[in-house]
């Protein structure tokens, strides 16, 4: 149980475009879920954290009408990078904690790696 | 602001060895401790928790421990095999519901 997928696995896109990234919890209902980035050889680092219903939380730096997060229901949320830029290359993980639990568990998804051409 | 490192950034050991994996962080104000695993190109994979009342936790050949007041975690791996080879990444939460805090990961090669 506790599986979080994410689609697409990898996508390549042109500089200006806009690319759609989705995180669903599979088998449970997730209040909470967590966008994070990470270069190569370095961290995760949180981007933003959503809840279902409600306007997700920014981390600092993170620039919110670049990276819309929409947490729409209990399972799904989505991270689209707008105007992506060859800087926006990196490895996208989610991560889902469940409804009813604390976000000491939280169940990730399997990444998906982006490249801005 | 919470730091952690995790050092060296690589390892490379022969099959069968014991090995330990050290994590440090810079605010001892934590909730919980965890150690994940990221094979390449993909999510993780959570090993261990540890909350901040514990000293360790274990699990088959794995054994995380927490010393909290030095700002510390290990984790030992036991008769390492080659299905061991992955990064191996530590995080801190500072409270329930707060964000989880990573280092970096230490690349462990386990070589047959």
């Known amino acids: 149980g506790a599986v979080v997928s994410q689609h697409p696995s990898w996508v390549i896109c042109k500089s200006g475009t806009s690319v759609k990234i989705e995180c669903r919890s599979l088998?449970?209902?997730?209040?909470?879920m967590f966008w994070y980035r990470q270069f190569p050889k370095q961290s995760l680092m949180l981007m933003a954290t959503?809840?279902?219903?409600?306007?997700?939380?920014?981390e600092q730096g993170v620039e919110k009408d670049k990276f819309l997060i929409n947490h729409a229901s209990l399972t799904l949320s989505t991270l689209t990078v707008t105007s992506a830029h060859p800087e926006d290359s990196s490895f996208y993980i989610c991560s889902a904690a469940a409804a009813g639990g604390s976000t000491d568990t939280q169940y990730f998804g399997p990444g998906t790696r982006l490249t801005v051409l | 602001k919470q730091e952690v490192t995790q050092i060296p950034a690589a390892l490379s050991v022969p099959e069968g060895e014991n090995l330990v994996l050290n994590c440090s962080f810079t605010d001892s104000a934590i909730y919980n401790l965890q150690w994940f695993r990221q094979d390449p190109g993909k999510g993780l994979t959570s090993l261990l928790l540890?909350?901040?009342?514990?000293r360790e936790q274990t699990s088959g050949r794995l054994n995380a421990s927490l010393d909290k007041s030095s700002g510390r975690s290990t984790l030992y791996i036991a008769a390492s095999q080659p299905g061991d080879s992955a990064t191996y990444l530590c995080?801190?939460?500072?409270?329930?519901?707060?964000?989880?805090?990573f280092g970096k990961g230490i690349t462990l090669s386990v070589r047959p």
């Open positions: 540890i909350q901040s009342s514990q």
């Open positions: 995080a801190v939460q500072a409270g329930a519901n707060s964000k989880l805090t």
């Open positions: 959503s809840n279902e219903g409600s306007k997700a939380t920014y």
């Open positions: 088998d449970f209902q997730a209040t909470t």
